[in-house]
């Protein structure tokens, strides 16, 4: 079956830019969380829905990153007036219900570049 | 110090050899641990998921949990190329957080 799909796999931008990431989580999975990894570092977490709301956001590093998702499906990442250390691969992972008892399965990401 | 420890090597062995990946944690409140592989420019890919404490094993992979040291290890039998990745250790606690903390990931090499 398909699994978690983001876009564009590949994003590369000026300084100063918006981006929006993309993530479609696996059908009928209501849980969906954003990480990011830089360079030869762990995963980082950003964000986590539960069907559309977000319980927990508490890893957005500044008021620049937002993220929406429509009902239990797409959800989007963005980020306004990049910087150059917002760089880095932005990971999706979406579970079956949310809770920690749920492994979460990830997608390929999106690699920024912010030059 | 970091909630998660892990050694990012690299970790270079001969093909067959039995491969040991470690990490440790500080944070009691850890009770669900995950091993995950990840292949250069892809996502993580969940091998191993465990519940508290004790081992669990499926094929040639080996997940233990020992709470009272705060340690968690993979053991990896027979290891073949296609083993070659980052390992990356990940665990979460059983309510208010949902998020999983990761390691850093160690680099394995397994040479032909």
């Known amino acids: 079956g398909a699994g978690v799909s983001q876009s564009p796999s590949n994003k590369v931008t000026e300084k100063g830019k918006d981006v929006e990431l993309r993530c479609d989580p696996i059908?009928?999975?209501?849980?969906l969380y954003w990480y990011r990894q830089r360079l030869g570092q762990g995963l980082e977490f950003l964000i986590y829905?539960?069907?559309?709301?977000?319980?927990?956001k508490s890893g957005l590093p500044s008021d620049r990153f937002s993220a929406e998702r429509t009902g239990e499906s797409v959800s989007t990442l963005t980020i306004q007036r990049t910087q150059q250390e917002d760089s880095a691969v932005y990971l999706c992972?979406?579970?079956?219900?949310?809770?920690?008892?749920?492994?979460?399965?990830f997608g390929d990401g999106t690699r920024l570049s912010i030059l | 110090q970091k909630e998660v420890e892990q050694d990012p090597g690299p970790l270079s062995v001969p093909e067959g050899a039995i491969v040991s990946l470690n990490c440790t944690y500080s944070n009691s409140a850890f009770q669900y641990f995950m091993w995950y592989r990840q292949y250069s420019r892809k996502g993580p890919e969940l091998l191993m998921y465990?519940?508290?404490?004790g081992n669990k094993e499926d094929g040639r992979f080996t997940a233990q949990v020992d709470k009272s040291s705060k340690y968690i290890s993979l053991f990896i039998r027979d290891s073949q190329p296609s083993d070659s990745a980052t390992y990356l250790c990940?665990?979460?606690?059983?309510?208010?957080?949902?998020?999983?903390?990761f390691g850093t990931g160690t680099r394995l090499k397994v040479l032909a």
């Open positions: 465990t519940y508290s404490s």
């Open positions: 990940a665990m979460s606690a059983t309510s208010g957080t949902y998020k999983y903390i």
């Open positions: 059908s009928g999975h209501t849980a």
């Open positions: 992972a979406s579970s079956p219900k949310g809770g920690s008892n749920q492994p979460q399965h």
């Open positions: 829905f539960q069907g559309n709301s977000a319980p927990d």
